[in-house]
């Protein structure tokens, strides 16, 4: 397992995750579309916020489940709480020092669909398609 720092773009927030990197992936979601992420999974009790806590703010829409944070003086995405599985964060691979985004598989996940607001929309997601 390696251990990666990463930091916002200001330096406000850092924080250092445990990955083995071997997958990141990309969402059809509106906001990940907006945001443009490339993201990797982690379980949330690998990553660990060394400084600014505070300094993030939470956005959230739709449904509410999926929690996405940014740091409040760059606005930089940094993680977000998944949807489909509650209990792990996407971390913004262009956050982490020292990794080379290019070396690392890509995958194109299926979030579109958590994009539509519907009454009756699932609460749970079956996650990313293969
Ligand atoms: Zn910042």
Redesign the pocket.
């Known amino acids: 397992m390696k251990t990666l720092q990463g930091t916002?773009?200001?330096?406000?927030?850092q924080f250092r995750i445990q990955s083995e990197l071997n997958e990141f992936t990309t969402c059809d979601c509106s906001i990940c579309t907006m945001r443009n992420a490339v993201m990797v999974k982690v379980p949330e009790v690998n990553l660990e916020v060394t400084a600014g806590k505070s300094e993030l703010t939470l956005y959230q829409w739709n449904m509410k489940i999926a929690k996405h944070f940014f740091?409040k003086?760059?606005g930089?995405y940094v993680f977000h709480n998944k949807r489909a599985a509650p209990d792990y964060l996407g971390v913004n691979v262009f956050c982490l020092q020292n990794v080379d985004v290019s070396s690392v598989v890509i995958r194109a996940t299926d979030g579109e669909d958590m994009s539509v607001k519907a009454e009756e929309a699932q609460q749970h997601w079956p996650g990313p398609r293969i």
């Open positions: 916002c773009h200001c330096g406000t927030v740091c003086s760059c930089i």
